[in-house]
């Protein structure tokens, strides 16, 4: 069985601070993918990184895969409380079957 | 327009009872999902479909059941519904399940109460 971790659950800060997300697994994934989620809504794609060692940027998002393509990270920059979600990462496999984190709570307050 | 959309919003019902979820995509996708997700917020797959065929069947009881009458819709039909079915229900819809950069839409979900 195919599992993520991701780290950590929650995370309250400051406006303007940084952070960073982490998603491990000690399986291999064809692609890593995260989401953000507000309340009452779907999970939206951030970003899919597919190959290993890659980096991906987003404005002040920062996503990372682990050279081996079992890990990934998202770290924000100077983050805003527009950034307050839940962040989820989900790795790919067979039929697009995505097995995802436990999920992030950010909240920044201003 | 909405492009993975699902009714009802909210479904609030009593144990033993048998409800339908609705999910419609105008996406032209070929591929959609069933997808709970707990009151922790963890997020599992149920099922999904491609071209009206199951693909994917995770573990779930068999009182869960899927139809797919066209590509554009997967419908979720639960029996004899249990207090721990009380989760978010979200469909998704992507256009190639067999493409590592798939994208998955997702609808806005179906929270789903039993009493």
């Known amino acids: 069985t195919q599992l993520l971790e991701q780290s950590p659950q929650f995370l309250s800060i400051q406006e303007g601070e940084n952070l960073t997300v982490y998603c491990n697994s000690s399986?291999?994934?064809?692609?890593l993918q995260w989401y953000r989620q507000e309340p009452g809504e779907g999970p939206v794609l951030l970003v899919t990184?597919?190959?290993?060692?890659e980096v991906k940027k987003l404005k002040r998002l920062t996503f990372q895969f682990g050279d081996a393509r079992k890990d990934s990270s998202l770290h924000i920059t100077a983050a805003q409380p527009g950034d307050t979600g839940l962040y989820l990462c989900?790795?790919?496999?067979?039929?697009?079957?995505?097995?995802f984190g436990a999920g992030t709570i950010l909240r920044v307050k201003s | 327009d909405t492009a993975v959309s699902q009714t009802p919003k909210y479904l609030v019902t009593q144990m033993g009872n048998d409800k339908s979820i609705k999910c419609e995509q105008n996406?032209?996708?070929?591929?959609m999902y069933w997808y709970k997700q707990d009151s922790k917020k963890f997020l599992k797959i149920m099922f999904s479909?491609?071209?009206?065929?199951?693909?994917i069947n995770e573990t779930v009881p068999n009182r869960f059941s899927p139809k797919s009458p066209d590509k554009a819709h997967l419908n979720l039909h639960i029996n004899s519904l249990e207090l721990g079915d009380s989760a978010v229900y979200f469909c998704?819809?992507?256009?190639?399940?067999?493409?590592?950069?798939?994208?998955?839409?997702f609808g806005p979900g179906t929270r789903l109460t039993v009493l």
């Open positions: 996406l032209g996708h070929d591929t």
């Open positions: 479909y491609n071209n009206k065929e199951l693909i």
């Open positions: 998704a819809s992507s256009q190639d399940f067999a493409a590592v950069t798939d994208t998955q839409y």
């Open positions: 399986s291999v994934f064809s692609s």
């Open positions: 989900a790795g790919a496999g067979y039929g697009n079957k995505l097995v």
């Open positions: 990184v597919v190959t290993g060692g």
